[in-house]
């Protein structure tokens, strides 16, 4: 096994419980946020889109699949970050109020 | 990796911390925008830091491919309405999903194209990622068809559906492995491309409207897993953090919303609810209802002590939240207390509701979860049911026959009146009837929810 696999592979076991426990604490109130939050987030494939789409080895038929990944994972990114924070906003328009 | 760009790999690390920050700071509503904010850097950065490496070329398709993307993004995200939530993660996630199978889709051709030798693992994180994303993509559409009832909503199922999709998995999973063991022809790929996409749109079939919301978390982990497959592919860290903490918080938030509503993972899968209700449903339509009107509502309400009200999705679709404050303000001012209890799956997202009466301006505090509130409606004089449906559906608790039979429900028969403001004595998304309607005790409002409840406030200055 490689040294850099070994070192991808650690950073898998140690992320999953992160997830499960950075969760596990969010209060119900928070819930709809929170998945259109991860949503935002699950769409940082953006990055594997960008390579793709970029790298100067891709042939036509990658380039332009890599381009329409882009455009798809930038509306999951945009709307996902947008309607979080308008769900949000809610949320902190009556905090004064109290 | 390249030792070249120090910058680029710093960005990654701020990246992959501004994540997993994010999540953190979204666990409080006090932090929950700093939450935003910080998801909102990482991806920033990680954009930024992927557009710097010296792997990335050209630009310009991909500054205008991201601009024709937020371009369509924004308007999604602020033309739909707030009801619409659930419905609009669900189109967005089926993008995000695409993204990552088209990602894997080009990954295989330049491998063909350059002719690069692939290791298994590299192939196999690479069919991972391709065939959870593609069948993410179609559930996701199918999820938002049946949100939006473009589908029909009910489960659909038919004998062996369970068999067929075993089959039609096993046999994309078996090119997958072709695929990893050797070079394989060409029309290999593409059949796998259409098995996954095809699994998508059956898996979601056979499930019903009411089990949406666990099934989007439950895609939102597998969009997750595709993200790290890509990453362990394209030899990505950053994409193997956020990914994996994504997968396990999505995969989280499912199973505590089955747990909500009692049911197993299985069951939500492959259980295809609500396949009896249909004799319920005959038997049901003929037995007699009370019905009133909103000064005998007014009247009842004015003069009670203590009000629980039950929100639901029919309130969301009447958009009755604002209304909804000016009852409580009204009624408040007169000395009633009044309560909101919000059930974990009322509406069709975890915390809708919350997110609904935040927007209306009703006090968080005011807001109780069913653990806490069950207890207190042996002593309500009225509880109000504002279009929810089945999480009040007694049947839950003692009838075994009832799809819904062991979901934990608000308990608003013990409440001395309860008065249901519903449209109709249509059953509701579980499609499902609900024994409670016809109590004694129950007062049954017809009408639109937000037009009804406007007149019980007009008439409230009127009971003495």
Known sequence: ?98 | MSEAGGVWQAAYIVAALSVVLSLKWLSSPVTARRGVLSGEIGLLLAVVGTLLRHEVISYEWILISMAVGAGIGAPLAYLMPMTAVPQLTALSHAFGALAAALVGTAEYYRYAATGTPVTGFTMGALVIETVLGYLTCTASVMAFGKLQEIVPTRPMTYRGQNVVNLVLLAIAVGLGVWMIVEPTPAWVFPAFTGLSLLFGVLLILPIGGGDMPTVIALLNSYAGAACAAMGFALENRLLIIAGAVNAASGFILSVIMCKAMNRSFANVLFGAFGQVQTTNAVAASTKPVRSATPEDAAQILGSARKVIVVPGYGMAVAQAQHKLRELTDALTKRGVEVQFAIHPVAGRMPGHMNVLLAEADIPYDKLHEMEDINPDFAEADVALVIGANDVVNPAARHDVNSPIYGMPILDVDKAHTVMVIKRSMNPGFAGIDNELYYMDRTLMLFGDAKSFVGEIVKELPAVA
């Open chain 1, 1 to 98: 096994m490689s040294n850099d696999l070994e070192v991808s592979l650690y950073v898998l076991v140690l992320a999953v419980p992160l997830g499960l426990e950075l969760v596990r604490r969010v209060s119900p109130l928070l819930h709809t946020p929170l998945m259109s939050l991860t949503n935002a987030i699950s769409a940082i494939s953006v990055v594997g889109a960008i390579l793709i789409a970029g790298a100067g080895d891709s042939p036509e038929l990658s380039k332009v699949l890599g381009c329409i990944a882009v455009v798809s994972s930038t509306i999951n990114i945009v709307s996902g970050f947008l309607i979080t924070d308008r769900m949000l906003k809610m949320f902190r328009k009556k905090e004064p109020a109290k």
